[in-house]
């Protein structure tokens, strides 16, 4: 079972910073094998990613961050944002060793209970079917688009309410 907190960063700054480089790694990859990553992408992540990865502290110094655990090991995290009255959820990961435990779930239930009868946004790739299950199991709804990045799934949840 997963066990969500909010990220301690004199303890969970490692761990923050191994699961923003696991996701944004996978996202990079995800977006080069489907083509839409930038023209003239590499291997590597793009240097707009890297503050997130050093200093993850520092780069969500606007944002909750919750970890999730599984017999005490960092499972998966998310960053939660309040921004003009409204919330935006971002970097909601799951490590994929982990998955199928209700890690996701768990991340995603712990942001919202931050949001209470507030609106709530996020952004999801197309080709991650479960995770746009998940957000619709908790009221989401696809929403017309605020990123101009093909292949982005834009959703909100109008009300702090399933």
Known sequence: ???????????????????????????E???????????????????????????????YTDSTVLVAEVDR????VVAVRVLEGQVEIKRLWADPDLRG??????LLDAALALAPGLPVRLSVWEWRASAI?????????SAPSWEDRP????????????
Request: aromatic share 6%; net charge negative; charged share 30%.
């Open 133 to 141: 299950r998940l957000y619709e199991s908790r009221g989401f709804r």
């Open 151 to 162: 292949g982005l799934v834009c959703m909100v949840r109008d009300d702090g309410t399933r």
């Open 29 to 59: 990859g995800e977006k080069r094998e489907r083509q839409h990553a930038d023209p003239g992408a590499s291997e590597s992540l793009p240097e707009r990613y890297r503050h997130e990865v050093h200093d993850p502290q520092d780069a």
């Open 1 to 27: 079972m997963a066990v969500v907190r909010e990220a301690v960063w004199s303890v969970d700054t490692r761990a923050v910073s191994d699961l923003i480089h696991a996701y944004l790694v996978q996202t």
């Open 101 to 106: 435990l209700g890690v996701g779930s768990a």
């Open 73 to 76: 090991r960092a499972a998966g």
